[in-house]
């Protein structure tokens, strides 16, 4: 149980353009669910929280109209990287809570983008 | 505001040591700890977690980890490594009420080297 997709694993697109990626709760619904960014060798940062049916919340620092969220289902959110340049590449991972633990976070297995 | 240091970057031993992995958390209350280990290009996977209680939790994979308050510790440990638990491992500390106001701050990672 509290399995968590990501869609695409790896995304590589030209500067300039925009990239969905897709965070699954595959056998729970999941009204909130986190999204982090990872640079190499490094640790994972919050970049935001998604509510469903509710703006997302940005941390202090994230653009918000460079990070697109939307939370439209109780199983789905999505991240839209926006106008990508190539200090946007990085790894993409999304955690969800479930319903029954509130305080404890599983993760999807991320998303590599590389924008060129 | 809550946080971790995980005070070794990188740690080799052999198959069948004996491992720990140190962390140090620094939070106001009594913290929500876990331990996360995330192989090459993937997510992030639940070890263990404390929250209250008995201060030595137990986890997945043979890894147990014990919650020291006057040290501020949460150090990771296996009496018997494999050389399948290479991977990178961090220790998160968690706060908030829940739901949507919870979040982890993680330490920046220990990558565990096992030689044969």
């Known amino acids: 149980g509290a399995v968590v997709s990501q869609h695409p694993s790896r995304v590589i697109c030209k500067s300039g353009t925009s990239v969905k990626i897709e965070c699954r709760s595959l056998d729970f619904q999941a009204t909130t669910m986190f999204w982090y960014r990872q640079f190499p060798k490094q640790s994972l940062m919050l970049m935001a929280t998604?509510?469903?049916?509710?703006?997302?919340?940005?941390e202090q620092g994230v653009e918000k109209d460079k990070f697109l969220i939307n939370h439209a289902s109780l199983t789905l959110s999505t991240l839209t990287v926006t106008s990508a340049h190539p200090e946007d590449s990085s790894f993409y991972i999304c955690?969800?809570?479930?319903?029954?633990?509130?305080?404890?976070?599983?993760f999807g297995p991320g998303t590599r983008l590389t924008v060129l | 505001a809550q946080s971790v240091t995980q005070p070794d970057i990188h740690i080799t031993v052999s198959e069948g040591a004996s491992l720990e992995l140190r962390c140090n958390y620094s939070?106001?209350?009594?913290?929500?700890l876990f331990w996360y280990v995330q192989s090459p290009g993937q997510g992030l996977q639940l070890l263990l977690k404390y929250f209250s209680g008995d201060t030595l939790v137990q986890g997945i994979k043979g890894f147990e980890a014990e919650f020291k308050r006057s040290q501020s510790s949460f150090n990771l440990r296996k009496p018997s490594v494999h050389w399948s638990d290479a991977a990178e491992y961090f220790c998160?500390?968690?706060?908030?009420?829940?739901?949507?106001?919870?979040?982890?701050?993680f330490g920046k990672g220990t990558l565990l080297t096992v030689n044969p």
């Open positions: 955690s969800a809570l479930t319903p029954l633990r509130t305080d404890t976070q599983y």
């Open positions: 998160a500390v968690g706060a908030g009420s829940g739901g949507s106001n919870y979040k982890l701050t």
């Open positions: 998604s509510n469903e049916g509710s703006k997302a919340t940005y």
């Open positions: 939070y106001g209350a009594t913290p929500y």
